[in-house]
């Protein structure tokens, strides 16, 4: 079984301030990883996607992925209220999309 | 517009009764997918298709079924040997371009069981 692994949190953070969500995998032959907004009672939105070590940023959102390390991250910049909601990380061996249970985001007015 | 929709969005079902998930998708996508999501639960993959009258199980295949007869269409069954159904269900599409795949979700039906 291929884990993917988040912290469930809540993360807590002011608005304005830096949100990072961190996720860790086991398979060292996984392609590609995806970063999903989900929001309450909603279906998972794609925020980011990212293929190949270092950042990729995309408006407020930056992620980051080291393969060495089995670990990719996702930092949102100047966060707002309408970003809290639980971001999933997925990773991706072959045809197969693993996920993470998710982090829950609390961004505080 | 483009998309994937699913209905309906609100199902409840007796014990014992078999019930189906509608999924279409408009994107021209060759591949479809059903996820399962419990609360506090990442998604779990139920079964996935490929190509037309073709498609493989997932982790949690037991006590679904699906089949994939026209290539915008997905819909999964829900059959009476699911002992526990009640969940969020999920559908996804996308191409088959390799490592930038890209899967995409409809809105979801939510299964209760009476």
């Known amino acids: 079984q291929k884990e993917v692994e988040q912290n469930s949190g809540p993360l807590s953070v002011p608005e304005g301030a830096i949100a990072s969500l961190n996720c860790t995998y086991s398979d060292r032959g996984s392609q590609s990883f995806f970063w999903y907004r989900q929001y309450s009672g909603k279906s998972p939105e794609l925020i980011m996607s990212?293929?190949?070590?270092g950042d990729k940023e995309d408006g407020r959102f930056t992620a980051q992925l080291n393969k060495a390390s089995q670990y990719v991250s996702l930092l949102i910049r100047d966060s707002q209220p309408s970003d809290s909601a639980t971001y999933l990380c997925?990773?991706?061996?072959?045809?197969?999309?693993?996920f993470g249970k998710g982090t829950s985001l609390l961004v505080t007015p | 517009d483009g998309g994937i929709t699913q209905s309906p969005k609100y199902l409840f079902r007796k014990e014992g009764q078999n019930v189906t998930l509608s999924c279409e998708q408009n994107l021209n996508h060759d591949a479809m997918y059903w996820y399962r999501q419990d609360p506090g639960q990442g998604l779990r993959l139920i079964y996935y298709?490929?190509?037309?009258?073709?498609?493989q199980k997932g982790d949690i295949a037991e006590g679904y079924s699906v089949s994939r007869e026209k290539k915008e269409s997905f819909p999964l069954t829900v059959t009476s040997a699911q002992k526990n159904p009640t969940a969020f269900y999920l559908c996804?599409?996308?191409?088959?371009?390799?490592?930038?795949?890209?899967?995409?979700f409809g809105p979801g039906t939510r299964l209760t069981v009476l």
């Open positions: 997925a990773v991706k061996f072959w045809s197969a999309l693993n």
């Open positions: 298709s490929q190509i037309v009258n073709d498609f």
């Open positions: 990212i293929y190949s070590n």
């Open positions: 996804a599409s996308s191409t088959l371009a390799g490592v930038s795949d890209t899967q995409y």
